[in-house]
């Protein structure tokens, strides 16, 4: 049985389809109509384009009405193709179908529409697709504009109308539609568009005119040149820079005849189109004898990257017109990518106008130009020196230049001393903690100047260095951050020092006050005697220790005024400072002597007492015996002993001869006190203590015991056993045994046997003494052997004494154990304390370097002893010198190789580059056997300095980059440039790499040079 159309024209075979096609079209019936529409939705675009053309020659009247059934938007296909089939009938039926789905709310559907409506050119068709160039939808608005284009003129009166009607509205594709199509005819009323058309009517013609390309086009936009706007004087700037050489002629044609904002737009479009083969246009523009032409050469001269346009620019400096001549200098201070050797060749010039204009420029570039810089602010004269300082004030500072400028607050010149200071000034926080550092310089004019320059900052300076001691982020500098705020007189200063002894434990503050500088300033020494007065006594003690730093004689003259300040607690610490320091002259001593009829507590009377006692004057003296005279005993008493363990002979001399002239002082109750002043009067003769046993005064035989018993020695042992008067009273003989018994253990068996044998004659007298000093000896055994000696002559001991071998361990109590673990606790924080110490004392953030010769050794197994020598001398001559101008610390050198330490990071890189350039000039100047190539690693990171050592990770890490750095090569590392103002050097990336003993990969970066 044979198939139907309806059948065959489903079929993929295209002549099965097709022979279906053609039964429909013949039989011309609803139902064959609506075959044929259901192939528009067939997958086969062939197959939708023949059934649409088969519609389209449906010889039907009622064809559109047919059609327009089938204008259903969720057949997305059929959709098209029914628009595409009303717009070929094009009649005024079929374009009344399509003009509603123009305002469809999907942009598809909308450009199926705009492509129907442009199947046919006519107005009818044109005018609804105007409104089509400002769609939501760019799509559709390409598709309107292309459309429309392609009607030619029979629209270019509609658009004219459109302009016209809509002036100063935005219709730039209208605008550029009307350009196209009318082209160079409609260019006279373009012009009085142009002249009367607001803002965005003129931009709309700008955009679209240079698509002509025509002379005409090319005239129109230099016009717009000169536009009283910046937007279109740059729109037609960019369009003339789009028509490339075709608007050459047209441009130096107009230059002649155009004002001057014109022109400054023109030269500037041929440098863009030309780049350096603009140079004989600017050169000619140089030679003008205006000097707006020369300005202008100069400014498109700046564009330019080459060196002969660098070179024609610093000629430009020596212009007779000093506004052009400083023009070409800021330009020149402006320009990119510039070849700074081409600038610092012209510093060796004559002409001295010319050099200041290249020291300006020097300084106003900054960072890249840091050397030069140096050279000059070192090595200049002084009026050159004076102007880089003044140009400075203007750049973005960095360490090493902040540096050099504290060096200079040193310069013998006062000018270049406040140059260099307003220029810290100028930096502002930027310079504080290297000003913090310089107010403890040994030069008097630095810390003057660095005072000076604190103040200026102000309250900025005081909140940087108050937030550094917070925070705690650089140890190393809170010693000089402590010693600048004493000396700033700003509310907020002294209260950040007091808080952070408040807020933090004593021996952190110990290891600060450690590095604290000596004091010298007469106003910090004030400030801290104002503050001695501080409620907390651990603060008060604190400060004092900072006085203890005050070295100079004026500075001295200041704290000794503490001594009248009506605080006793400021008066005490005061005269403890005193008592610390060395050679203090008699009249200081005079006044202090004065001082003791002054204090009425006993804390400050030992105070001045030691002052005196280690400062013994015959006026000291004479003061200190009078005073005595007039004290109560046990004050006198008191007083004495602090004298006394000053050990200075001249005041102990002074003590024995009033204690012999005064010996009715000594009581029974005082004997202590008196027995300890005595240990200290004859330590180096205690013959006389022995002879003070057979005194008929008790209380002076009482005291001598006590004496001996603080000196060790065997003869006094047998002198004590000798001359002890047979019927001693008890209670000096206890005391006695006490101190005959750490003889019981002596090396001397001979004496340990002798008083053994004392102890044994003197029966169960010995019983209560030994118990009682039986816990001074640590060991068992001996404890041990002291029982068995009182047993032995029939005394009785207490067995918690001892433990016997034989009896269980006890076992702790819980009470007990917590007491342990307090313990070790309180161990482990001393620890931690100590490891703190350790990293504010030693630990260190540094700049690593390692450096070493590339075949050295291939060199010196074929070279002689002496060819090896020389070069290591040469090679050390070179490297030996950079280090130490730029701060370098050489801490080892193994043969070819260095390890030194910077603790300027920067300073590290530009020793590296200096190096590297010295061995490049030596190189060319010796045969190539001789030549040294060395490589250079840097890294950086806290380490534990030594004197003559640097231990930590960030060493195991710049030895190993050493390893991927070749020939004439610096590399850093990523810790290295997280250091360093990335501004100042010229870096490339050096790769990541995998680094033996190295956790993590390491990115590292080449140093050109």
């Not at 023109?266 to 189109?273: D, S, Y």
């Not at 506004?323 to 700074?340: E, I, P, R, Y």
């Not at 006394?644 to 002074?654: G, T, Y």
Request: glycine share 4%; hydrophobic share 45%.
């Amino acid at each position: 049985m044979s198939q139907s159309p309806f059948d065959l024209i489903k079929s993929n075979d295209e002549a099965i389809w097709r022979s279906g096609l053609e039964s429909l079209v013949s039989e011309h019936s609803k139902s064959a109509f609506n075959g044929i529409i259901s192939m528009l939705s067939d997958i086969s675009w062939h197959k939708r384009e023949v059934a649409a053309l088969a519609l389209q020659n449906w010889q039907t009247p009622d064809l559109p009405s047919l059609l327009k059934d089938y204008l259903d938007s969720t057949h997305i296909d059929q959709f098209y193709w029914v628009l595409k089939i009303l717009g070929n009938l094009g009649t005024e039926e079929c374009i009344s179908l399509i003009k509603p789905v123009l305002s469809h709310k999907d942009s598809e559907l909308r450009g199926y529409a705009v492509r129907a409506l442009g199947i046919k050119c006519s107005l009818y068709n044109a005018r609804p697709l105007y409104p089509m160039l400002n769609d939501t939808n760019w799509a559709v608005r390409k598709l309107a504009f292309e459309h429309l284009l392609s009607f030619g003129e029979i629209i270019l009166e509609d658009l004219r109308k459109i302009i016209v009607t809509a002036f100063n509205s935005s219709n730039h594709s209208v605008i550029a539609l009307f350009i196209k199509i009318g082209r160079d005819n409609i260019i006279p009323e373009l012009k009085t568009f142009y002249s009367k058309g607001a803002f965005s009517l003129r931009h709309a013609i700008l955009s679209a005119i240079g698509e002509l390309e025509s002379n005409q086009a090319i005239d129109f936009l230099i016009d717009g040149l000169s536009d009283p706007s910046w937007a279109l004087r740059l729109i037609a700037s960019e369009q003339l820079c789009k028509l490339g050489p075709k608007a050459f002629d047209r441009l130096t044609a107009s230059f002649g005849r155009t004002d001057s904002l014109v022109r400054h737009e023109i030269v500037k479009i041929l440098v863009n189109l030309l780049s350096d083969k603009a140079m004989p246009l600017i050169n000619r523009l140089l030679t003008a004898p205006d000097q707006e032409h020369r300005m202008l050469a100069i400014e498109n001269l700046a564009r330019l990257k080459s060196d002969e346009a660098t070179n024609t620019l610093i000629s430009c400096l020596s212009d007779q017109d000093r506004v052009v001549s400083d023009f070409a200098a800021d330009c020149l201070a402006q320009k990119n990518n510039l070849n700074l050797d081409l600038i610092i060749e012209k510093l060796n010039t004559e002409d001295e106008n010319l050099r200041f204009q290249i020291i300006k420029i020097i300084g106003s570039i900054g960072g890249i130009a840091l050397t030069p810089i140096i050279k000059i602010l070192e090595n200049g004269t002084k009026q050159e020196r004076l102007f880089l300082l003044g140009v400075l004030q203007k750049i973005a500072p960095n360490e090493v230049l902040i540096a050099l400028l504290i060096k200079l607050l040193k310069d013998k010149y006062w000018p270049i001393r406040n140059a260099a200071a307003n220029c810290l000034v100028k930096y502002e926080t930027a310079s504080v903690r290297a000003i913090v550092i310089a107010l403890n310089d040994q030069s008097d004019d630095v810390r003057f100047w660095a005072g000076k320059i604190l103040s200026q900052i102000g309250p900025k300076a005081i909140k940087v260095l108050i937030d550094v001691l917070s925070d705690g982020t650089d140890p190393n500098l809170i010693p000089h951050i402590i010693a600048a705020l004493l000396s700033m007189s700003h509310p907020d200063a002294v209260p950040a020092v007091t808080k952070f002894l408040e807020e933090n434990d004593d021996y952190r503050i110990e290891s600060v006050f450690a590095s604290i500088p000596d004091i010298s300033s007469k106003e910090v020494v004030s400030t801290i005697l104002g503050l001695l007065t501080h409620p907390e006594e651990r603060v008060a003690m604190w400060l004092s220790k900072l006085l203890t730093k005050v070295k100079s004689l004026n500075a001295r003259r200041t704290v000794f005024l503490g001594l009248s300040h009506s605080n006793e607690k400021v008066r005490y610490y005061v005269s403890t400072v005193i008592a610390s320091w060395e050679n203090i002259t008699e009249n200081d001593v005079k006044i202090i002597g004065r001082q003791l009829f002054v204090e009425k507590t006993i804390r400050n009377l030992r105070s001045v007492v030691v002052i005196l006692a280690k400062n013994p004057f015959e006026s000291a003296l004479q003061n200190l015996n009078n005073f005595l005279e007039k004290c109560d005993p046990p004050v006198m008493l008191d007083l004495m002993l602090e004298a006394a363990k000053q050990n200075h002979p001249e005041c102990l001399k002074m003590l024995d001869n009033y204690i012999n002239q005064h010996s009715e002082i000594i009581t029974l109750e005082d004997v202590e006190q008196v027995g300890h002043i005595l240990s200290y009067l004859y330590k180096d003769s205690p013959e006389g203590l022995i002879k003070g046993l057979t005194s008929a005064s008790k209380a002076y035989r009482m005291c001598c015991i006590i004496a001996l018993d603080s000196i060790s020695d065997r003869k006094l042992a047998f002198a004590i056993m000798e001359n002890l008067i047979a019927d001693e009273e008890p209670d000096i003989m206890e005391r006695a045994v006490k101190t005959l018994s750490k003889y019981l253990f002596h090396d001397d068996f001979r004496l340990k046997g002798a008083v053994t044998e004392f102890m044994l004659g003197l029966g169960t007298f010995i019983e209560k003494p030994l118990a009682e000093c039986i816990d001074n000896f640590e060991n068992e055994i001996d404890r041990k052997a002291i029982i068995d000696l009182i047993e032995s002559v029939g005394g009785k001991v207490d067995p918690v004494l001892l433990r016997k071998k034989s009896q269980e361990k006890v076992i702790l109590s819980d009470s007990h154990l917590d007491e342990v673990l307090e313990r070790r606790r309180q161990a482990m924080e001393e620890i931690e304390k100590y490891d703190e110490l350790i990293k504010v004392s030693h630990t260190m953030d540094l700049a690593i370097m390692f450096t070493d010769v590339k075949g050295f050794t291939a060199f010196s197994s074929k070279a002689s002893l002496s060819e090896v020598m020389s070069m290591l001398k040469q090679h050390d001559e070179i490297l030996q010198p950079v280090f130490k101008k730029f701060g370098g610390d050489a801490l080892k050198k193994i043969g070819d190789a260095f390890l030194v330490v910077f603790e300027n990071h920067s300073n590290a890189l530009l020793a590296a580059i200096e190096i590297q350039r010295k061995l490049r000039e030596f190189n060319q100047s010796v045969p190539e056997e001789r030549k040294l190539a060395i490589r250079i690693a840097i890294n950086s990171g806290s380490v534990i300095r030594t004197e003559n050592d640097v231990m930590g990770d960030a060493v195991n890490l710049a030895s190993r980059i050493e390893g991927i750095a070749d020939a004439f090569e610096i590399v850093i590392s990523e810790f290295t440039l997280a250091r360093i103002d990335k501004s100042v050097f010229e870096l490339e990336p050096h790769g990541t790499h995998q680094l033996k003993g190295i956790a993590k990969p390491v990115a590292a970066y080449k140093v050109k040079w």
